[in-house]
């Protein structure tokens, strides 16, 4: 049996950012236990979030639209200055360029926005850069 769709899109994204490597060994999954390297960057993979299901102007055709953003905070260390956690944030963003296309349970997971990067959060001794990253997946349930 395979995963249900939203399984099948987070496994997706976390293979994704996990493969291009872009904090060696420093990615916290979420709900996965954790312990960051003192003064070491890290990338923070946040639960999904998800739209609700719809079919605008799909509706006869048994299609569903499945919309959300994969949203990872790019962590450094505090005292730093707002580089080298912005730096790690546009690494992050650039991974996911509008029109990257992914394979997610035999559906195509789209990204047809660019990503977006908030502003910067102080977290005791780190500061947090959030990367949006908004997807599309439109499937036959």
Known sequence: MSDPIDVAI???????????????????????????????????????????????????????????????????????GEGPGLRLAAQVAALFPQGLVLAAGGFRLQFNHVPTIAAALKDAAWVRFPVSIPYLLISNN
């Open 10 to 80: 987070q496994a997706a994204c976390l293979a994704y950012l996990k493969a291009a490597n872009i904090a060696p060994g420093q990615v916290a999954y979420p709900y996965v236990a954790f312990s960051p390297t003192v003064g070491t960057p890290y990338l923070d993979a946040r639960p999904v979030l998800r739209a609700a299901p719809n079919s605008p102007a799909l509706a006869f055709t048994g299609s569903v639209l499945r919309a959300g953003i994969f949203q990872v905070d790019a962590v450094a260390p505090d005292g730093g």
